[in-house]
């Protein structure tokens, strides 16, 4: 998987992107909603048969990522962030769509993902055709022990 969007290069990740896909979380991602993974949990996904990375760079810097998994006719999104800076210029939509494509590739019906309630990437999704399918009560965790929700998204890709 490679290509060029808006100037955007997308790229497969491998292990080896894991201090790009750290480095982008702790921008990405405030702690106080507690939605970024350790750098031991993402590595221990993509040691998984199924699970594959994204990486999106923007003028030869690593911009964004998107982590997803597929079991059987079914995949989720795993986690998607871009960094702050290169925001608003459609890195997470290339990546998203890069994810979907895979997906669709692998045999892939339905796909879901869950974002915390009251994040603006909901309007991405809802923009790539997810329909909120769920909610999860206090799902987030963040750096001060204030829970968040969590919201659940479907798409079909058939």
């Keep these: 998987m490679s290509g060029t969007i808006n100037m ?30 350790t750098s031991a949990q993402c590595m221990g996904m993509l040691s998984l048969p199924g699970v594959w990375l994204v990486i999106a760079s923007l003028g030869g810097i690593d911009s964004g990522f998107a982590l997803a998994r597929s079991t059987g006719v079914e995949a989720e999104l795993l986690l998607l962030a871009t960094r702050p800076a290169t925001r608003r210029r459609g890195i997470a939509g290339a990546l998203l769509r890069a994810v979907i494509a895979e997906a669709r590739d692998r045999g892939v019906e339905e796909m879901h993902l869950e974002v915390r309630a009251g994040n603006e990437a909901v309007q991405l999704y809802r923009r790539e055709g997810f329909d909120k399918v769920g909610e999860r009560r206090n799902y987030y965790r963040g750096n001060t022990g204030q829970a968040f929700d969590a919201q659940t998204f479907a798409r079909k890709l058939v």
């Design 8 to 37: 955007t290069e997308l790229r497969e990740g491998g292990m080896q992107d894991l201090p790009a896909v750290s480095a982008i979380m702790q921008e990405a991602f405030d702690p106080r909603f507690g939605e970024a993974w």
